[in-house]
């Protein structure tokens, strides 16, 4: 790696959904990529870290698709205390449609909308229209 015990992985997927509802009101179909980057590491000290950006481009009813993501997260696993505490924190912030009706979609597109394995049953936080931070301690 460029970056010693540092993973960098890029990503490129596709979503076509076949009925969807445009901002004019017109129905078609959807053909969404993402596109991004995903880098994740720990340090000897007992840091870690994870940075991740992706786009969003294509069609949706007619709509261009110009939306996009990012996640930055820290932690820290205390070495010395025996059962090893770890301290997390982790910001993410996606757009949103700037304007309903001007033929942009720019809310990003969150596949699956279930985080249970992140964020618990609740299901509080999701990537999209805006930001949310979030705390750990584990």
């Not at 970056?3 to 076509?16: A, G």
């Amino acid at each position: 790696p460029i970056i010693p015990r540092t993973k960098i992985e890029h990503y490129v997927t596709q979503r076509t959904l076949t009925r969807v509802m445009g901002e004019n009101g017109v129905a078609g179909g959807a053909h969404i990529y993402p596109a991004g980057a995903r880098a994740e590491g720990t340090t000897p000290w007992g840091w870690d870290f994870e940075v991740d950006y992706a786009r969003q481009f294509g069609s949706y009813a007619g709509d261009d698709v110009q939306a996009w993501v990012t996640t930055l997260a820290a932690g820290y696993t205390f070495q010395d205390a025996g059962w090893r505490p770890r301290i997390h924190s982790e910001f993410n912030h996606a757009s949103g449609d700037r304007e309903f009706g001007d033929g942009v979609r720019g809310t990003y597109d969150t596949y699956f909308h279930s985080f249970h394995r992140h964020f618990g049953i609740a299901d509080l936080l999701v990537r999209e229209l805006g930001e949310d931070g979030a705390k750990a301690y584990m």
